[in-house]
């Protein structure tokens, strides 16, 4: 049997380093490793020492229980472990050994040396390589284990540490080598550190604390043979480094819902949190992010620098480490911190003071940098921060806040009440100005003070600059700057259009109808379009339920949208500039703005732009609910095409703010997307983050709108749908006929939206409109590995996809899984035509002998991006996880389709569909 690659450990760490190599084979003579530093021609050899397992090692030695995998139905013969230790090498030394193929690794830094950088993690698993169901599958694995991989060969990561629960092998034992091979890319290059966990350890009568069946009968048994760390006897896995204290997996505190058994334990707590804080581990420093992931930590004599890489949970303590991951909670602190009592700090806070600078002396304007000011901080802590909250003055809200704390579970939060007291739309550390700290330094302690900058957009209701103690955990106020107004709360903002008949959306303060005006900038004719006004209110949301302490849009994300004005330009020609303003005398008028109508239907060509899952991230270094980090640079790409002329409309196909029933980020994502969505129109499609509730008719019931179901969507986004929560349409443009549905609303067959969906296909002029574009959410193919939840649906593809065969749709877009995937000409999962490349690199797609659509997926227009499994079907044809956008040139015989970076700005992909 060949051997496999697997890992090395660090023993001991003194002047010399020993490494311990393991490996795993089928032959049981002992193996050796030949190692050195690549300059000398004479390698070392390092004899292996023989260790295996066999039945009567797991489920307490019995053998013939039925209901212990480890030893019957789960048993797998493990082969031969052989472990070698490498001696005498140096510390921070590269090195190459072999067993097979040669290996470069790296010796971590000597004990007592100035620094280290580690990675941390538990709870990995693996996942399968191919489309396969096993018997248990971990989703993040395979791209946490990718990323780090990437850390190692960088050359930035000393040691890794996994803290529990490893292969969840779990009495399966083939597991183990699938695992094995899972982490070679990293462990075999660097020290893999490990901590016993309870899917490793815990079965009934085996001498385990909790006694469940969690290991499935291996007893810890697999755990210690594959890994042997350097403990001083078997079943006593606990050990101490030079830089840490490895206690294992469960955790002390926890603020996540427990499952089948409690997440902490206070026994564990009360015997060994003593223990800390005698030897001076300082109070934890909680993250609470709900994303696959892993953290990185940096460490030097003076400081330790702990980073949320590809967002983690870590708990952190001054100058020493006690890592440990249960938990798998949902929300981020700042993201639940309007749940937090915000009580005043107990001293120091007499002398303090707050001054917020605006341009306008009569109030903020629409939008503007705020500079805010902080002086006379006696003592100033890296846990000092200022939010930015609405309304103020809301202390009387601390009488309406409710007290239900179970229901707060869905959102991931188990603070103490009373909570809904504030809503803080961002915040800053202090320490964003270096001045501030630095004046600790000086030791001038009478008045310190530091300078933030913070960008606001109108968003109606007055705010208020809070300083705040304690960081995002338990905050405390410090100061307060009063309320502050906006000079306008009825200012008329945020225009977007949209097709048919060129629709004009803004947001107002005054419910008074408003209107535009608009002409050709030629005639001195202006004409004028009265608005029609919509609103919603805390009734509209969670199912109309107001008292729902776990729906954040009608509770604690609740804010007022204000009025949205709706007004139909008509009698415009296609393609033709004209120019218009919206408002009012009474609120003021907007400036005067250029826009082009689209082609008419049946024209010789349109030039659209299309993406999904973009949301919006802050313009200033703060905190928010909810940040995308890609949609800065898109839009800022899309714009400058926008202004250039290039673009006729845009289709922003799901999830499109990401407010999920904090409903302040609508206001900003508006204000975001302003410099493309004011000049051509901006079509959407309605995506799970605006529509999925539990039993608020969405297909997959999950939380993702926070509560909104829509509602906040359509009334900022007025698409030409027949009904109210009916968000599926079709309109024409040039060449094309666009049909754009949901995929979150019953797409069954026979359901109404499948019977709509069939009608408006068939009902297609090619003569008129020769290509046909179907635009959704959800995809119907995916390379990604899934996460919380499937990242396809094989209900929605067998509904829909053979609509879409039999009536020849031409491309279909979707969204949802973030970053950009091209498909070939693919039905049932099989490639039924394959695309011709021809000189400059252009896949060509031969529509007069159509087989089938061409799927890309285009969800990279800003959410935290995916990565894609390392093994993919034959249909998957190019794969790209960067952030851009799709721009598409429809002529009568062809469609021309490229994928633009904005990183580099360079087209990444392009293809083309022809047809005579």
């Given at each position: 049997?060949?051997?496999?690659?697997f890992?090395?450990?660090?023993?001991?760490q003194?002047s010399?380093?020993?490494?311990?190599?393991?490996?795993?084979?089928?032959d049981?003579?002992?193996?050796?490793?030949l190692?050195?530093?690549?300059?000398?021609?004479?390698p070392?050899?390092?004899?292996?020492?023989?260790?295996?397992?066999t039945?009567?090692?797991?489920?307490?030695?019995?053998?013939?229980?039925?209901?212990?995998?480890?030893?019957?139905?789960?048993w797998?013969?493990p082969?031969f472990?052989?472990s070698?230790?490498?001696?005498?090498?140096?510390?921070?030394?590269?090195?190459?050994?072999?067993?097979?193929?040669?290996?470069?690794?790296?010796?971590?830094p000597a004990?007592?040396s100035?620094?280290l950088?580690?990675?941390s993690?538990g709870?990995?698993?693996?996942?399968?390589?191919?489309?396969?169901?096993?018997?248990?599958i971990?989703?993040g694995?395979?791209?946490?284990?990718?990323?780090i991989?990437?850390?190692?060969?960088?050359?930035?990561v000393?040691?890794i540490?996994?803290?529990?629960?490893i292969s969840?092998?779990?009495?399966?034992?083939?597991?183990?080598?699938?695992?094995?091979?899972?982490?070679?890319?990293a462990?075999?290059?660097?020290?893999?550190?490990?901590?016993?966990?309870?899917?490793?350890r815990?079965?009934?009568?085996?001498g385990s604390?909790?006694?469940?069946?969690?290991?499935?009968?291996?007893?810890?048994v697999?755990y210690?043979?594959?890994?042997?760390?350097?403990?001083?006897?078997?079943?006593?896995?606990?050990?101490t480094?030079?830089?840490?204290?490895?206690?294992?997996?469960r955790?002390?505190?926890?603020?996540?819902?427990?499952?089948?058994?409690?997440?902490?334990?206070?026994?564990f707590?009360?015997?060994?949190?003593?223990?800390?804080?005698?030897?001076?581990v300082?109070?934890?420093?909680?993250?609470?992010i709900s994303?696959?992931?892993?953290?990185?930590?940096?460490?030097?004599?003076?400081?330790l620098?702990?980073?949320?890489?590809?967002?983690?949970?870590?708990?952190s303590?001054?100058?020493?480490?006690?890592?440990?991951?249960k938990l798998?909670?949902?929300?981020?602190d700042?993201?639940?911190?309007n749940?937090r009592i915000l009580?005043?700090?107990?001293n120091?806070?007499t002398?303090?003071?707050?001054?917020?600078?605006?341009?306008?002396?009569s109030?903020?304007?629409?939008?503007?940098?705020?500079?805010?000011?902080?002086?006379?901080?006696?003592d100033?802590?890296?846990?000092?921060w200022?939010?930015?909250?609405?309304p103020?003055?809301?202390?009387?809200?601390?009488k309406?806040c409710?007290q239900?704390?179970?229901?707060?579970?869905?959102?991931?939060?188990?603070?103490?009440?009373?909570?809904?007291?504030?809503?803080?739309?961002?915040g800053?550390?202090?320490?964003?100005?270096?001045?501030y700290?630095?004046?600790?330094?000086?030791g001038n302690?009478?008045?310190?003070?530091?300078t933030l900058s913070?960008?606001?957009?109108?968003?109606?209701?007055?705010?208020?600059?809070?300083l705040?103690?304690?960081?995002?955990i338990?905050?405390?106020?410090?100061?307060?700057?009063?309320?502050?107004?906006?000079?306008?709360?009825n200012a008329?903002?945020?225009g977007h259009l949209?097709s048919?008949?060129?629709?004009?959306?803004s947001?107002?303060?005054?419910?008074?109808?408003?209107?535009?005006?608009?002409?050709?900038?030629k005639s001195?004719?202006?004409?004028?379009?009265?608005?029609?006004?919509?609103?919603?209110?805390?009734?509209?949301?969670?199912?109309g339920?107001?008292?729902?302490?776990?729906?954040?849009?009608?509770?604690?994300?609740?804010?007022?949208?204000?009025?949205?004005?709706?007004?139909v330009?008509?009698?415009?020609?296609?393609?033709?500039?004209?120019?218009?303003?919206?408002g009012?005398?009474?609120?003021?008028?907007?400036?005067?703005?250029?826009?082009?109508t689209?082609?008419a239907?049946?024209?010789?060509?349109?030039?659209?732009?299309?993406?999904?899952d973009?949301?919006k991230?802050?313009?200033?270094?703060?905190?928010e609910?909810?940040?995308q980090?890609?949609?800065?640079?898109?839009?800022?790409?899309?714009?400058?095409?926008?202004?250039?002329?290039?673009?006729?409309?845009?289709?922003?196909?799901g999830?499109?703010?990401y407010?999920t029933?904090f409903?302040?980020e609508?206001?900003?994502?508006?204000?975001?997307?302003?410099?493309?969505?004011?000049?051509?129109?901006?079509?959407?499609?309605?995506g799970?983050h605006e529509?999925?509730?539990?039993?608020?008719?969405?297909?997959?019931?999950?939380?993702d709108s926070g509560g909104?179901?829509?509602?906040p969507?359509?009334?900022?986004?007025?698409?030409p749908?027949?009904?109210?929560?009916?968000?599926?349409?079709?309109?024409?443009q040039?060449?094309?006929h666009?049909?754009?549905v949901?995929?979150?609303?019953?797409?069954s067959c026979?359901?109404?939206q499948?019977?709509?969906?069939?009608?408006?296909?068939?009902?297609?002029?090619?003569?008129?409109?020769?290509?046909?574009?179907?635009?959704?959410?959800r995809?119907?193919?995916s390379?990604?590995?899934s996460?919380?939840t499937?990242?396809?649906?094989?209900n929605?593809?067998?509904?829909?996809?053979?609509?879409?065969?039999a009536?020849?749709?031409d491309?279909?877009?979707?969204g949802?899984?973030?970053?950009?995937e091209?498909t070939?000409?693919?039905?049932e999962?099989?490639?039924?035509?394959?695309?011709?490349?021809?000189?400059k690199?252009i896949?060509?797609y031969?529509?007069?002998?159509y087989?089938a659509p061409?799927?890309?997926?285009?969800g990279?227009?800003?959410?935290?991006l995916?990565?894609?499994?390392?093994?993919?079907?034959?249909?998957?044809?190019?794969?790209?996880?960067?952030?851009?956008?799709?721009?598409?040139?429809?002529?009568k015989?062809?469609?021309d389709?490229?994928?633009?970076?904005?990183?580099?700005?360079?087209?990444e992909?392009?293809?083309?569909?022809?047809?005579?």
């Open positions: 049997m060949q051997q496999s690659k890992n090395i450990r660090n023993l001991f003194r010399e380093i020993f490494i311990n190599k393991v490996l795993v084979s089928g049981k003579t002992p193996q050796e490793v190692y050195g530093d690549g300059k000398s021609k004479i070392l050899p390092a004899k292996a020492e023989v260790a295996t397992f039945p009567k090692d797991m489920c307490n030695g019995k053998t013939n229980v039925s209901d212990c995998p480890a030893s019957t139905f789960g797998h013969d082969g472990i052989h070698a230790v490498m001696t005498n090498l140096g510390p921070s030394t590269t090195y190459f050994y072999s067993y097979g193929s040669k290996i470069k690794f790296k010796t971590p004990g007592g100035d620094e950088k580690f990675i993690y709870d990995m698993g693996k996942a399968p390589l191919d489309p396969s169901s096993e018997h248990y971990q989703p694995s395979t791209s946490v284990m990718a990323a991989a990437k850390e190692v060969d960088a050359g930035n000393d040691l540490f996994h803290s529990g629960d969840y092998a779990t009495g399966f034992l083939v597991e183990w080598d699938y695992f094995l091979q899972h982490i070679s890319p462990a075999s290059h660097v020290p893999y550190m490990i901590a016993i966990g309870n899917h490793e815990d079965c009934p009568d085996s604390v909790y006694g469940l069946w969690d290991s499935g009968g291996e007893n810890k697999p210690e043979t594959y890994f042997p760390m350097p403990t001083s006897a078997k079943d006593k896995p606990w050990l480094r030079t830089h840490f204290v490895e206690c294992g997996l955790p002390m505190y926890s603020s996540s819902p427990s499952t089948f058994t409690p997440n902490t334990d206070p026994n707590t009360a015997s060994v949190e003593p223990v800390l804080v005698a030897n001076k300082d109070d934890w420093s909680l993250v609470r994303e696959f992931g892993y953290a990185r930590v940096h460490a030097t004599k003076n400081e620098n702990i980073e949320d890489q590809m967002e983690v949970e870590i708990l303590s001054g100058s020493s480490v006690y890592s440990t991951s798998h909670d949902y929300k981020s700042f993201r639940v911190l749940r009580a005043e700090c107990s120091g806070t002398n303090i003071q707050i001054k917020v600078s605006s341009k306008s002396a109030g903020l304007l629409n939008e503007e940098y705020v500079k805010v000011t902080v002086s006379g901080v006696s100033p802590s890296n846990n000092d200022i939010a930015m909250i609405t103020s003055g809301s202390d009387n809200d601390t309406a409710l239900d704390d179970w229901n707060y579970m869905q959102t991931g939060d188990m603070s103490n009440l009373p909570l809904l007291c504030h809503y803080p739309i961002k800053q550390n202090m320490n964003e100005d270096p001045n700290m630095n004046c600790k330094k000086e302690k009478s008045n310190c003070s530091g913070f960008h606001v957009v109108n968003i109606r209701t007055d705010i208020e600059f809070v705040f103690g304690n960081g995002f338990n905050p405390c106020v410090l100061k307060r700057s009063g309320p502050i107004k906006f000079a306008n709360p008329a903002l945020y949209s048919v008949n060129s629709s004009g959306t947001v107002s303060g005054d419910k008074t109808p408003q209107g535009v005006l608009y002409g050709d900038g001195n004719i202006t004409l004028l379009a009265n608005s029609k006004i919509a609103t919603f209110t805390p009734k509209d949301m969670c199912n339920k107001t008292n729902v302490s776990d729906c954040p849009a009608s509770n604690f994300g609740w804010h007022d949208p204000g009025f949205i004005h709706s007004a330009m008509t009698n415009l020609s296609p393609s033709t500039t004209y120019f218009y303003s919206y009012s005398s009474s609120v003021g008028w907007s400036n005067r703005i250029k826009f082009r689209p082609p239907e049946g024209s010789d060509e349109l030039k659209f732009i299309s993406y999904g973009m949301g991230a802050p313009l200033d270094p703060s905190s609910h909810y940040i980090p890609g949609s800065t640079s898109v839009m800022a790409a899309i714009a400058k095409e926008v202004d250039a002329g290039n673009v006729d409309s845009i289709f922003h196909i999830d499109i703010s407010a029933g409903l302040v609508w206001d900003y994502f508006l204000q975001h997307i302003s410099p493309a969505a004011s000049h051509v129109p901006y079509m959407t499609a309605i799970n529509r999925d509730y539990p039993d608020s008719g969405s297909v997959y019931g999950l939380w909104e179901i829509g509602v969507y359509e009334t900022y986004f007025p698409m749908t027949s009904a109210k929560d009916k968000p599926w349409y079709s309109i024409k040039g060449p094309v666009f049909t754009v949901s995929t979150e609303h019953n797409f026979n359901s109404e499948n019977d709509w969906i069939k009608w408006d296909l068939r009902s297609v002029d090619r003569s008129v409109t020769p290509w046909v574009i179907f635009m959704g959410h995809p119907m193919y390379s990604s590995p996460t919380f499937p990242n396809t649906d094989p929605f593809t067998a509904s829909v996809e053979p609509v879409l065969v009536n020849k749709v491309l279909v877009l979707f949802h899984v973030h970053n950009y091209r070939c000409s693919i039905n999962g099989t490639c039924k035509a394959t695309p011709l490349r021809d000189g690199g896949d060509t031969d529509h007069n002998n087989k061409v799927h890309a997926i285009i990279m227009a800003g959410f935290m995916d990565d894609f499994n390392a093994t993919v079907d034959d249909w998957s044809l190019v794969r790209i996880s960067e952030f851009g956008y799709a721009r598409v040139h429809a002529t015989k062809q469609l389709i490229e994928f633009v970076n904005v990183n580099t700005t360079k087209v992909d392009a293809f083309r569909i022809i047809k005579s």
